[in-house]
């Protein structure tokens, strides 16, 4: 069982910057291929980034192409942890942002949400424009 919390969400002008955090429970963090998520109001949750475990030491990312260029996603097996940097943060980037965690090296896509076995309980972030 794996217990994911997310952090670093608020509020912030149009233009500026966040990171999010997301803290895993468990001593097999590094084996988990990790994901965040966002869902704003009326919508359905969608992908936003997602890193590889890392098996035989090399991480893939990705993003959904709303993003790319802007967010950044990153990890730190020795603190259980991954990072969501969100630089040029625009209106169109409010919703809750969840973390997401999936057993690696299954060989799956990384970007569908029924991949993913286990779901932290989000953190907000508001973009004013």
């Known amino acids: 069982q794996v217990q994911l919390v997310e952090s670093g969400g608020g509020l912030v002008a149009a233009g500026g910057s966040l990171r999010l955090s997301c803290a895993a429970s468990?001593?097999?963090?590094?084996?988990?291929?990790m994901g965040w998520y966002r869902q704003a109001p009326g919508k359905e949750r969608e992908f936003v980034a997602a890193v590889s475990w890392g098996g035989g030491n090399t991480y893939y990312a990705y993003y959904t192409d709303s993003v790319k260029g802007r967010f950044t996603i990153s990890r730190d097996n020795a603190k259980n942890t991954v990072y969501l940097q969100m630089n040029s943060l625009k209106p169109e980037d409010t919703a809750i942002y969840y973390c997401?965690?999936?057993?690696?090296?299954?060989?799956?896509?990384?970007?569908?949400?029924?991949?993913?076995?286990?779901w932290g309980q989000g953190t907000q972030v508001t973009v004013s424009s």
């Open positions: 997401a965690a999936a057993i690696g090296g299954r060989g799956t896509s990384l970007r569908d949400s029924d991949e993913y076995d286990y």
């Open positions: 468990g001593r097999t963090f590094r084996s988990y291929d």
